[in-house]
């Protein structure tokens, strides 16, 4: 596609429940990164994968949060058993891996009632 | 230990002024410092980026100012329109290690 794709753009979710956040990068982008925006805040990193390499997690807050990256593409962010302070929009960017600018897709707001 | 501190946390300028945004890190392996732009429910867009082998860079109203001594770079917007309304974020990262630290925002109000 032209642009990273994220979906959904919105979820509600209850509390104690898992979510999924889908984010589909730019083809040929070999780097994929997942942020977190809380609101009025800044972005904050979760986590990064390269090509095959192993990904870096070191910005996953919790045991709560997983992601994995298929075939090199598409990527899911798993949330276990949200909790209210996961409300957040969840930003997914993509880039060649040879450095330079990310590009962003519209982030999934999700909302932990 | 927060790596990209901005300020300010908000500004307003009116139509026609300069809007100035300032940014300062720590790391000095950083080699790569873009800006961004958010418009409310969209993700941030690069803007534009500068490396620290340059004291300054220019595209049409936008300005980055970049002091290697003082570990300070600056975004400057020439003209300020209505249109430039959004929150901008400075980022710093190591561009082979390709991961991006943000300062926290500016949200930005030009007045008409």
Same mark, same amino acid.
Not at chain 2, 41 to 51: C, F, N, S, V, Y
Not at chain 2, 57 to 72: H, Y
């Given at each position: /596609?032209?642009?990273v794709s994220q ?16 984010c ?20 904050? $990193?979760?986590? =990064? ?40 929009? =969840?930003l997914c ?5 040879? /450095?330079? /600018?990310?590009?962003f897709g519209s982030g ?6 | ?19 100035? &945004?300032?940014?300062? =890190? ?6 790569? $410092?873009?800006? =961004? ?6 993700g ?28 300070? $770079?600056?975004?400057? &917007? ?35």
């Amino acid at each position: /596609g032209a642009g990273v794709s994220q979906s959904p753009s919105n979820k509600v979710t209850e509390k104690g429940k898992d979510v999924e956040l889908r984010c589909d990068p730019i083809s040929g982008h070999t780097a994929l990164y997942w942020y977190r925006q809380s609101l009025g805040q800044g972005l904050e $990193f979760l986590i =990064y994968f390269q090509g095959n390499s192993a990904p870096d997690k070191s910005g996953l807050p919790s045991d709560r949060f997983s992601a994995e990256r298929t075939g090199g593409s598409v990527s899911t962010l798993t949330i276990q058993r949200t909790q209210q302070e996961d409300s957040a929009v =969840y930003l997914c960017a993509s880039t060649f891996s040879t /450095g330079g /600018g990310y590009t962003f897709g519209s982030g999934t707001r999700l909302t932990v009632v | 230990q927060q790596q990209v501190k901005q300020s300010p946390q908000s500004l307003i300028v009116q139509k026609g002024g300069i809007s100035i &945004i300032n940014c300062a =890190y720590e790391n000095t392996a950083f080699d790569y $410092f873009p800006w =961004y732009q958010q418009f409310p429910g969209k993700g941030p867009a690069l803007l534009i980026a500068i490396r620290p082998d340059v004291s300054e860079k220019k595209e049409g109203r936008f300005t980055i100012s970049f002091n290697k001594s003082a570990k300070q $770079f600056s975004l400057h &917007i020439m003209d300020s329109q209505p249109g430039d309304s959004a929150t901008y974020f400075c980022a710093a990262s190591i561009i082979n290690f390709n991961k991006f630290y943000f300062g926290s925002g500016t949200k930005l109000n030009v007045k008409p």
